[in-house]
């Protein structure tokens, strides 16, 4: 039943996102993901992403069938497309595959079996759609709000001291090489989720069922409510806003190298196409939930999210798309969204009700003094500077302390049972 809600909640959500961009002329996610069944997809490792999740549920033999059967359909997709000129690019055949597991679900399975099924393909599409989701919510940001509140977080993102300028230079001196690291992470942050995701999820078969909590649905989450802050706190970041990529409507052409004069800050008009989606750094929220789920894996894969989290903090910054104080609302934001989502699993107390009310506190109290104190920010940032970072790092030890103490604790060693020692008769 649950799982039914839930699939009706998302249709209908995509078909309202669906009339809201036809409102603007532009395709909606749905009309988007059909053209993806003919014609040259946009993304192709975010639709096999889509397949290897949906795949979780089935047998070896089964997934390499699948997998087969994607790429042959892929193959011949290309041929036709080189015969008639036709742009190239690779993932209709794992778009077919989940919509053919999807037919055979509903035909040929019953019981458990269909609805396992079905839960694995609508979680590889519910990936893929979570994608094309965040563009049409990042259309309706351009086009709902003119003005961008950029003059606000740049002045108040003084107190720590400019990151974004900083990181900007020092991207610079580093090279090309540097740059076009931080682009393929910064870029494949979904990839890197669905392989997380499918290390979480490799028992499924076996167990014939889904863990209570996993990385996939904290990030279909956060990609779900974000946007919507967008919505309330509208900021495109210093690249376009101080940088050459705003062209005409950049208020100066100074990031990297000068910080802007600011003075008393106000509303800013901007371009219909940029999207304002800085507040917050989404980008860092995502990498913030895939460290988190990578600490129980393998070493390697500890190390992976490490470096994922480093290296997309440092790309959001370097490459001029964040501010440093949209990195701290990130930071909360994302700890908020999975202290929720693993009170949803395991069941809500007073705990998860005092963690998750503390950080929509923090996150609150973090936005409303970016709109309204900037300048006290800025001209007190030895004293307001930390404050932020200290805000932050409770919110870090609040969520640490309280999910720690959700564990499980291990069982006691059992002691042998004791018998008392029973007189001998004495001997005649």
């Not at 959001?316 to 202290?339: M, N, P, Q, R, S």
Request: proline share 7%; charged share 10%; with cysteine.
């Amino acid at each position: 039943m649950l799982w039914t809600v839930a699939g009706v909640a998302t249709l209908g959500f995509l078909i309202a996102l669906e009339f809201a961009a036809r409102r603007y002329g532009q395709p909606g996610p749905l009309t988007v993901e059909a053209q993806e069944l003919i014609f040259a997809p946009h993304s192709g490792p975010l639709l096999y992403a889509g397949l290897a999740l949906a795949m979780v549920v089935l047998s070896w033999r089964q997934r390499l069938i699948a997998a087969a059967a994607a790429v042959g359909i892929d193959i011949v997709f290309c041929l036709v497309r080189l015969v008639v000129g036709a742009d190239m690019n690779f993932g209709n055949g794992a778009l077919w595959v989940v919509l053919g597991l999807a037919v055979v679900a509903v035909v040929r399975r019953t019981g458990t079996e269909r609805s396992l099924l079905l839960k694995g393909c609508g979680l590889g599409m519910l990936l893929v759609f979570g994608h094309k989701t965040g563009d049409t919510w990042l259309l309706i940001t351009a086009k709902e709000h003119p003005q961008v509140l950029d003059p606000y977080v740049a002045l108040a993102d003084h107190a720590l001291g400019n990151p974004s300028w900083v990181a900007g230079r020092v991207l610079e001196a580093i090279g090309p090489v540097g740059s076009h690291t931080l682009n393929l992470v910064y870029g494949q942050l979904p990839l890197a989720a669905a392989l997380v995701g499918l290390y979480q999820l490799r028992n499924v078969a076996t167990e014939r069922r889904f863990p209570a909590h996993h990385l996939v649905r904290t990030f279909l989450v956060i990609g779900l409510i974000g946007p919507a802050i967008y919505m309330i706190f509208p900021v495109v970041g210093p690249v376009y806003a101080y940088g050459a990529e705003g062209g005409a409507w950049a208020v100066s052409h100074v990031w990297p190298d000068v910080l802007p004069a600011i003075g008393s800050p106000h509303p800013v008009l901007f371009d219909e196409i940029t999207p304002r989606n800085c507040m917050p750094s989404l980008h860092t929220a995502w990498a913030t939930s895939l460290f988190i789920h990578t600490r129980r894996g393998s070493r390697p894969m500890r190390y992976a999210g490490a470096f994922w989290l480093v290296a997309t903090l440092s790309a959001t910054l370097g490459f001029g798309y964040h501010y440093g104080v949209d990195l701290v609302a990130g930071v909360v934001f994302a700890l908020t969204i999975e202290a929720a989502m693993r009170a949803f699993a395991r069941g809500w107390d007073l705990s998860a009700v005092r963690l998750v009310s503390y950080g929509t506190v923090v996150f609150s109290v973090l936005l409303v003094a970016y709109r309204f104190l900037p300048v006290q920010l800025a001209a007190h940032p030895w004293l307001f500077g930390p404050l932020l970072l200290l805000a932050m790092a409770s919110v870090i030890l609040f969520y640490v302390r309280t999910t720690q103490a959700w564990e499980p604790k291990p069982a006691p060693p059992r002691q042998p049972e004791s018998h008392p020692t029973e007189p001998q008769p004495e001997l005649a």
